[in-house]
């Protein structure tokens, strides 16, 4: 039971390149999210899928897609990545709020992306 | 939409001493505050959560106390160890949609000196 996997662990772009992290569960939560850790600004949330199929905008969308490609799977692609976009990218999931422990956030362990 | 705000920014207290950190929020319909801690290079982990029908929880060293009222809650750790340096997120969560998700605080470093 691998928990939440994201790739790549670092990444270096230079800017106006394109790429995608990579994401999977093995917890068969419905819910999945990525979201961007910067000094002083804590977590914030990109984009969340609240299942298979769907996918929603957070506090900071702008210069990212996502997709939702099975119940396992959330990527996010940076499709021209600019000098604004360096930081820690978290991709995380959870189980339906009503189960037993289904409000609890489980996150991979990072994806430190610097475009230069 | 939801807003968390945490203080202070920065803790350093003596091994042994008790931490408190404090968080407030903004939506009176937000029911469920997770506090997570987050450990140098590491992700963040659950260590303590409670919903709003809940006053205080504790559990062993840590505590967290939720005043709906005045929208705030805390977390408490006593007799602190050196391993209980780390940086700390408190969040709040809505009810259905978007309000769903889980806001952060900005967080808290905590320094245990000993």
């Known amino acids: 039971n691998a928990g939440v996997t994201q790739t790549p662990k670092f990444q270096v772009l230079k800017t106006g390149q394109s790429m995608t992290l990579q994401c999977a569960q093995d917890m068969n939560h419905n819910s999945m999210y990525w979201y961007r850790q910067d000094p002083g600004m804590g977590l914030r949330l990109i984009y969340y899928?609240?299942?298979?199929?769907?996918?929603d905008k957070g506090e900071v969308p702008n210069g990212y897609n996502v997709s939702r490609l099975n119940k396992r799977e959330f990527s996010l692609r940076l499709e021209s990545a600019a000098p604004s976009q360096t930081s820690v990218y978290f991709c995380a999931s959870s189980g339906k709020p009503w189960d037993r422990g289904g409000n609890t956030i489980y996150f991979g362990e990072g994806s430190w992306l610097t475009v230069v | 939409g939801e807003n968390v705000e945490q203080h202070p920014s920065t803790l350093s207290v003596q091994e042994g001493d008790s931490a408190v950190i404090k968080c407030t929020y903004s939506d009176s319909a937000s029911n469920y505050f997770p506090w997570y801690k987050q450990e140098l290079g590491k992700r963040p982990q659950l260590i303590i959560d409670i919903r709003s029908n809940v006053g205080e929880k504790k559990d062993q060293r840590i505590a967290v106390t939720l005043n709906k009222t005045a929208k705030h809650f805390s977390l408490h750790i006593t007799e602190t160890q050196p391993e209980d340096s780390a940086v700390y997120f408190c969040?709040?969560?809505?009810?259905?949609?978007?309000?769903?998700?889980?806001?952060f605080g900005k967080g808290t470093k905590l320094s245990v000196k000993p």
């Open positions: 969040a709040a969560r809505g009810y259905g949609g978007s309000q769903g998700n889980l806001i």
């Open positions: 899928s609240a299942s298979e199929g769907t996918t």
